[in-house]
């Protein structure tokens, strides 16, 4: 009788790792292959991102949300969506709720903070691995808090703005422009027109393109 190995309970981890600071993804890369946790790709934007999980196929993305170019929100939406199996954990210094919800609500299945303790983040990397949710300590009440009032969440989205401004800027996420906003909420283009410079102002952005991407980060559109 000869003695085989014995084959791994489980399938080691493969992950992409998505961060515009090189130093951050080798950081992360040793970290994770210290703990046994495979690296197959490394992206500096979103945009790379997608390349290169539609080449390697991970079984997770860390992703960092403020990233040039595509945002690591719009990033997520589009991997969830085009790579169903896929878990995205989002790895971020921002812990503001709107951030948090915007990722939630683009599919990221859990959300840490740059700073965490190492070993959180390798277990939340396996805990989403595994088709868990998981959030940092501190996140995962808020979270919830969403889910279980998600009119009174979505209220808090931009709340300098008025609802109109707020379904204005919407709209303006999707894509559109005043002539289509103005058939869809049944106003002239000319109050489309001064809704959108009350949401420019209230936001203090430079033009259209930029409350187009707060409203995709946020996930309002």
């Known amino acids: 009788m000869t003695d085989e190995p014995i084959a791994d309970a489980e399938a080691p981890i493969e992950t992409v790792v998505v961060d515009d600071h ?12 210290a703990a046994r946790i ?29 990233m040039p170019g595509m945002t690591g929100i719009d990033a997520t939406r589009r991997l969830v969506a085009s790579t169903p199996h896929l878990a995205v954990l989002v790895v971020s210094m921002s812990d503001d709720d709107d951030t948090v919800f915007a990722a939630v609500r683009a599919g990221a299945r859990g959300y ?15 805990s989403v691995a595994r088709g868990d949710a998981v959030f940092g300590p501190g996140l995962a009440e808020r979270v919830l808090g969403y889910f279980a ?30 002539p289509e906003i103005g058939r869809i909420l049944g106003i002239r283009p000319k109050t489309v027109r001064n809704h959108v410079s009350n949401v420019l102002t209230k936001l203090a952005v430079a033009d259209r393109t930029e409350a187009v991407l707060k409203a995709r980060e946020a996930g309002l559109s």
Do not use: C, W, Y
């Not at 979103?46 to 860390?62: F, H």
């Open 22 to 33: 090189p130093v951050v993804r080798q950081g992360m890369r040793a970290m994770l292959e």
């Open 38 to 66: 495979r690296v197959t790709g490394e992206a500096a934007d979103g945009a790379e991102a997608l390349r290169i999980v539609a080449e390697v196929q991970p079984d997770v993305v860390i992703m960092d949300l403020a």
């Open 112 to 126: 840490v903070l740059k700073g965490s303790d190492p070993s959180d983040v390798v277990r939340a990397v396996r």
């Open 149 to 178: 009032n998600p009119h009174q969440s979505s209220a808090r989205l931009f709340p300098e703005l008025t609802d109109r401004e707020r379904e204005v800027l919407g709209l303006l996420g999707r894509g559109l422009h005043n």
